[in-house]
């Protein structure tokens, strides 16, 4: 499981606007677990070169980073559930080895991810070697698996198992499937009938309520605000909660694209305190040249919809970007769900304030290139979607209780 100090590991680009798959440099580990990055010479000499990270100029020479690692491989990284079922395995593997469990750090991380399922455009292969890291069989296996991957997730996220033998058969079926896309959720890769990949969002144990419909209720309205999402929908496995399935946007047919997160490219750290206009910086910055005024439109769109709807867990890893030869684009919309507990939203709405304050974000519709009259535009339009949203929860089976005790999240916008 443990990977020894003093690596290197080769980055490859395997995104076909950028044409066939390429070296494109080294990332490198050293006996003490410094990490440092240098880039190949043929990617520096590329027409659509781009920085893959605000600490990587397009620059020859080696790169270090400010933190543990770059963020754009942080983005390869499992997200907290897969860090999770990879601790849980390193620790099954070392009592039968009769050893103390290693601990796993960003690079152990890095290199677990399956490379079928890693998020991105981005894959890493020892030197010399023809096979990706990692490169387990049936890492995201047919959806007609679905229910075996649902009940072993709830098995998993069961405090009270403790059996060794249990946990060693679960993980077997599930760390394979395991993902890079963030959140702290059980979930797993599937593979549908025409080849596409999906993500496999199960209920967990600790839930109290049903988090699958809720999210599926967001993104259904979201979509008819012209936010742009993935496919998605429902599937009910036995009598519990429901499944949320979402389409992977990473992916265009078998082939790849390059992601990052907002994190990374704003240069931000999880403590960080960050604001929606940093976003529309960076859009106006460095978005594509052509989609700049639609996706700061968009972005207005979603910052109207996630007071509108309490979507407030609104960090810079629920946001991202998809990289073109001709700039940035906004990714679709994603992990959205009410907070039935915070009462601020993680991002500032404007420089300040994170209370969830409709005057607030029409107040920053100029960093959005918006008059104010769109933009009041877009704030009639968003309500009045959101006002039919118990119509929408009944249809997804959402009770009348369920509605009710909801209803003060989607009517606190002022």
């Known amino acids: 499981m443990t990977e020894s100090a003093g690596e290197r590991i080769w980055v490859w680009l395997d995104d076909p606007a950028y044409g066939p798959l390429q070296k494109i ?27 893959l990270d605000p600490e990587l100029d397009l620059n020859a020479g080696e790169f270090f980073p400010g933190n543990s690692n770059f963020g754009v491989f942080m983005d390869s990284c499992p997200d907290r559930w897969g860090q999770i079922l990879m601790k849980r395995r390193e620790a099954v593997e070392a009592r039968d080895e009769g050893r103390r469990p290693a601990v796993l750090g960003p690079w152990e991380f890095l290199l677990g991810v399956q490379d079928c399922t890693r998020m991105g455009a981005l894959r890493f292969s020892r030197p010399g070697e023809q096979r990706f890291l990692a490169d387990e069989a049936l890492s995201a296996p047919p959806v007609a698996r679905i229910a075996e991957l649902q009940a072993v997730a709830l098995e998993l996220t069961n405090k009270k198992q403790d059996d060794p033998d249990k ?26 009938a025409d080849g596409s990949l999906w993500i496999a969002k199960f209920p967990s144990a600790d839930d109290d309520y049903d988090v699958a ?8 309205l979201a979509q008819r605000c012209g936010i742009a999402v993935p496919d998605a929908s429902l599937m009910q496995i036995g009598n519990g909660y429901s499944t949320f399935l979402v389409r992977r946007f990473d992916r265009n047919g078998g082939k790849r694209r390059f992601f990052a997160s907002a994190m990374t490219l704003l240069g931000h750290r999880d403590s960080d305190d960050a604001s929606y206009l940093e976003l529309a910086e960076f859009l106006a910055t460095y978005g594509e040249a052509d989609r700049i005024a639609h996706d700061l439109e968009e972005l207005f769109t979603r910052v109207v919809f996630n007071v509108a709807t309490a979507n407030r867990d609104d960090h810079l890893r629920n946001h991202g970007f998809i990289r073109s030869p001709a700039g940035w684009r906004l ?41 104010n009259s769109r933009a009041r535009e877009i704030i ?34 002022h």
């Open 167 to 192: 946990i060693r058969e679960w993980l077997k079926v599930l760390v394979a499937p395991g993902s890079s896309l963030g959140g702290a959720r059980p979930k797993a890769n599937l593979t549908y």
């Open 331 to 371: 990714s679709p919309a994603f992990d959205m769900n009410p907070s039935f507990r915070k009462k601020e939203h993680v991002l500032s709405l404007d420089l300040y304030s994170r209370q969830p304050e409709m005057d607030v974000v029409l107040s920053t519709a100029g960093f959005y290139r918006l008059e």
């Open 213 to 220: 419909l809720w999210e599926k209720l967001l993104q259904e």
């Open 380 to 413: 009639v339009k968003v309500r009045a979607v959101v006002g039919e949203w118990q119509s929408h929860a009944r249809t997804l089976g959402l009770s009348r209780q369920a509605c009710a005790e909801a209803e003060h999240l989607f009517c606190t916008v």
């Open 25 to 51: 440099g080294t990332l490198s580990r050293g006996d003490r677990g410094s990490v440092r990055f240098s880039y190949e010479p043929g990617w520096l000499k590329h027409a659509h070169a781009f920085p």
